[in-house]
């Protein structure tokens, strides 16, 4: 499931099309569209102006005041750019946004978790929200006072999406590791220095995710349809039964809070 540093890799490849002016788009299956404030039309011939990220979201804001695609990944989505003459008839293709530059955006996805939102104000969706873990305003004072009496997984906690905004369940399982806390460890249980050590290893597992122009586990391709490289350098996410990197122990697998998760019991207490 793309995560934030997928979503951010999504974000830069596709940034080279700001400036440009949509020229039509096209909705193959209209419920993909979550919210409509306006008609797809409505875009027509509207320059855009940004690509940001809030989380896992991607969202592009037109030149014309209040206009905004929101795009959720959800499982399997996946949403890259083309050239406009490529036809390549690939399923699961739900909407298109053709561009004056000869390129268009595909959004694609088998599972239809993901979607696109049509909006006047991103904030209805993006002010719910949890702190930005590579911004500032997420710290260890902040991770504290959110894991302070609660009585969930660790792990749980940090894919909160409206504490802790971008995290899924390959870099929680990373981060978690590196920081060397079990994932199932209650959340009110961790030591300001454990505290810590978790905020330093989320923001680090994300920053390498994006060096690494993200994890292609299965289905996440970047704005340029291309396989991410992070998966060369998880430790413990996919490797069950595998050699821990530190110890030579076996990392196992247990499902937590619904999410299968892969730790190291002698690494991680
Ligand atoms: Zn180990």
Redesign the pocket.
């Known amino acids: 499931m793309p995560e934030l540093p997928e979503v951010e890799t999504i974000k830069r490849s596709l940034a080279i099309n700001k400036g440009a002016r949509i020229s039509r788009i096209e909705v193959i299956r209209p419920d993909i569209i979550r919210i409509r404030d306006f008609e797809p039309e409505a875009v027509h011939g509207l320059t855009i102006n940004s690509f940001r990220r809030r989380g896992k979201y991607l969202i592009i804001s037109l030149d014309e005041r209040e206009s905004h695609i929101l795009v959720h990944m959800g499982m399997s989505g996946r949403f890259y750019m083309q050239e406009d003459q490529y036809e390549a008839n690939e399923k699961h293709v739900h909407f298109i946004i053709y561009l004056d530059n000869g390129r268009k955006m595909v959004f694609q996805d088998p599972r239809r978790f993901g979607g696109i939102w049509l909006l006047r104000n991103p904030d209805t969706i993006i002010c719910k929200l949890g702190k930005e873990p590579l911004n500032r305003e997420f710290c260890s004072a902040y991770l504290k006072s959110i894991v302070k009496d609660r009585r969930i997984a660790i792990k749980t906690l940090i894919l909160d999406q409206n504490l802790i905004s971008g995290i899924g369940n390959i870099y929680a399982d990373e981060a978690l590791f590196l920081a060397r806390i079990r994932p199932d460890r209650t959340a009110g249980s961790l030591s300001d220095e454990e505290a810590v050590r978790l905020c330093r290893a989320i923001k680090r597992v994300l920053r390498q995710g994006i060096e690494k122009r993200g994890t292609t586990f299965r289905d996440y391709r970047d704005g340029n349809n291309n396989r991410g490289g992070f998966q060369e350098h998880l430790q413990v996410y996919g490797r069950e039964g595998e050699e ?1 990197p ?2 030579n ?1 076996r990392i196992v697998r247990k499902r937590i809070g619904g999410r299968s998760s892969h730790y ?1 019991v ?2 991680q207490k």
């Open positions: 821990c530190v110890c122990s190291c002698t690494c």
